[in-house]
């Protein structure tokens, strides 16, 4: 099996770092023998056998998170196989993948993001080894919609993990507003259950055709996340959550300060201090999530939230 590498998110200015995106799956650990939903558009054929290149991505208009960001710092290729992920009965580690994780953070509560590029992945497995919380890829633009999403999000619930869905920006395809929508119509299933997170906004660098702001001026970028965020609040009353790096912010909203109502997601890997993800954009004066790994323990990137258990359950519940 191929040794899984890392990925380096720079979270202040641009970093010209050359690191290998490793996206976690889980082939051994089908949570059910339910039949997999309908292929969508973009719908992934190669997801868990070994390598996926960002051209694939582009191609089939489906992109893994930190997909643009990989691409910006010179990648062309993602392990979508890697060693660590939870086992299919009791949730072990592997010594691959404890070598390659210093942590998690300490006293923050874990997670993970996946995608339809993790089909299959054992939730109960994932909760045992000490997740509480998963984001799932829903839609991407106004183009694509995860074939898996709608499985993986029930059975997280199911599983007792928090849950939420993200969406995949192309500011270059449609509006803000239009993006919103369109997560909406197409399974956006977001509830005031208590157990729901905040839709997120996964928003990165563009593509070499795109432009890395996707031809947007500062003043459009924020307007176009405002469009995003203000469609998101008018239907759950929840502003969406923003995942980016510092270094994407300064360059494409001029390190804006207007979206502090918006909780943060933020990037950074490898960690060379697990007491901060680093300087964070101007909206913001502390951080909600962190994806600070690739892979380890768990199935897709490794996350945490901020702060304990019953925090989180407040913030699932929050209101306004």
Same mark, same amino acid.
């Given at each position: ?49 070994? /390598? ?6 582009? &191609?089939?208009? *489906? ?8 691409? *910006? ?15 299919? &009965? ?31 992945? *054992? ?49 270059? &395809? ?34 070499? /055709? ?9 003043? &459009?970028?924020? /307007? ?31 390190? /804006? *300060? ?63």
């Amino acid at each position: 099996m191929r040794a899984s590498s890392k990925r380096i998110f720079g979270l202040g200015a641009a970093a010209a770092v050359a690191a290998a995106l490793t996206i976690g799956s889980s082939p051994a650990t089908a949570e059910t023998s339910a039949t997999p939903a309908p292929a969508s558009a973009g719908t992934p054929t190669t997801a868990g056998s070994g /390598s996926l290149s960002i051209a694939e991505m582009d &191609q089939t208009g *489906n992109h893994v998170m930190g997909a643009g960001i990989a691409r *910006n710092a010179g990648e062309t290729e993602i392990v979508t196989s890697v060693p660590g992920a939870v086992t299919t &009965q009791q949730g072990d580690l592997s010594a691959t993948a404890q070598a390659a994780s210093a942590g998690p953070p300490p006293g923050r509560i874990q997670g993970f993001d996946i995608s339809a590029w993790q089909p299959s992945v *054992n939730f109960l497995a994932a909760y045992r080894a000490g997740a509480r919380f998963v984001y799932v890829k829903a839609t991407e633009g106004t183009s694509y919609v995860s074939s898996t999403y709608k499985q993986q999000y029930a059975t997280a619930k199911q599983r007792n993990l928090y849950r939420g869905g993200y969406v995949y920006a192309q500011p270059s &395809q449609a509006s803000g507003a239009a993006t919103a929508n369109y997560f909406f119509a197409h399974g956006g299933q977001w509830s005031a259950d208590g157990k729901t997170l905040p839709p997120l906004l996964d928003i990165e660098y563009g593509s070499a /055709s795109q432009g890395t702001c996707y031809g947007k001026s500062w003043s &459009q970028m924020r /307007s176009w996340i405002k469009d995003f965020s203000n469609t998101v609040y008018q239907k759950t009353k929840r502003y969406p959550a923003i995942y980016t790096t510092t270094d994407w912010w300064k360059r494409c909203t001029n390190n /804006s *300060n207007q979206f502090s109502k918006n909780p943060l997601f933020v990037a950074l890997y490898p960690v060379h201090d697990f007491t901060t993800p680093g300087t964070l954009g101007r909206s913001w004066s502390k951080w909600t999530f962190w994806q600070w790994s690739a892979s380890g323990t768990l199935p897709g990137d490794q996350d945490v939230y901020r702060n304990t258990a019953d925090y989180l359950e407040r913030f699932a519940s929050k209101t306004g």
